[in-house]
């Protein structure tokens, strides 16, 4: 392990300290109630961040190296603010819908009525929602690197050019049908038991939940090798 592994994750560590000190997580909580918006991007352009940051360190062996840095960072905090409105039409459709009878539920307010409907909020979201959530992050990445990160440039950026780029096979094969089944709503179903001033907060943790997976699977693969 190098010194910038341990510079990340101290800065991760640091990050969670916020919700886990009392006195900073009151005003974490106050200030989240407060600015929904504001506070999902900041939660989401960190964390997410140094989850891309973690899968560049697998993938290249550095964290940095790649141009438009600042750009990624933006478009996840755009991303985030996203999540805080959409987290909430999914939940509370979800809800509307079992009430309807649309939807299974289970009476009473016991952990397994509450399960039932975090699974079905998460199960609808990643279904409806994260295919084009994922896609639109992919094109966004692909006109930042195809730019060197530079807008200017961006702007002339052939939209032909950019989903030329894009291996859809593989991003429905690995992306789609086994990240979305197998880690996402699982993941999300977590999310959705939580209290909802920390739920973008989560979603914003599991980035890096996933980038950690992912230099796993890659150091077995190597073994492997």
Same mark, same amino acid.
């Given at each position: 392990?190098?010194?910038?592994d ?11 300290l ?6 900073s ?7 989240t109630?407060?600015y +929904?918006?504001?506070m ?8 997410? %961040? ?7 360190r ?5 964290y ?16 985030g603010?996203v999540?805080?409105v ?5 939940a509370?459709?979800v809800v ?7 939807? +299974? ?8 009525? %509450? ?7 998460s ?7 994260a +295919?084009s ?9 692909l ?10 440039k961006?702007?002339?950026?052939p939209?032909?050019?950019?989903? %030329? ?11 789609v ?7 996402w709503?699982p993941?999300?179903t ?5 209290p ?30």
């Open positions: 392990m190098k010194k910038k341990f510079i990340w994750i101290l800065v991760l560590v640091l990050f969670s916020i919700v886990i000190v009392p006195q997580r009151t005003i974490f909580e106050k200030y109630a407060l +929904p918006y504001v999902g991007f900041i939660k989401t352009a960190i964390l997410a %961040s140094l989850g891309e940051r973690l899968v560049h697998i993938k290249k062996g550095s940095f190296g790649d141009k438009g840095i600042l750009l990624k960072l933006i478009v996840w905090g755009f991303l603010m999540f805080v959409i987290f909430k039409i999914f509370g459709g509307q819908a079992q009430a309807a009878s649309l939807l +299974p539920s289970i009476e009473g307010t016991s952990f397994i009525s %509450s399960l039932l409907t975090a699974f079905l909020i199960l609808m979201m990643n279904v409806f929602f +295919p959530f994922m896609l639109f992050h992919r094109v966004t990445d006109y930042i690197e195809l730019s060197d990160g530079d807008i200017k961006m702007v002339k950026v939209f032909k050019e950019v989903t %030329s780029k894009i291996d859809l096979h593989q991003f429905l094969d690995f992306v049908l086994k990240t979305i089944p197998l880690f709503i993941a999300h977590i999310t959705f038991l939580l909802e001033n920390y739920r973008v907060l989560m979603a914003a943790y599991l980035s890096v939940v996933l980038g950690v997976l992912l230099s796993v699977a890659k150091a077995k693969k190597t073994e492997e090798k």
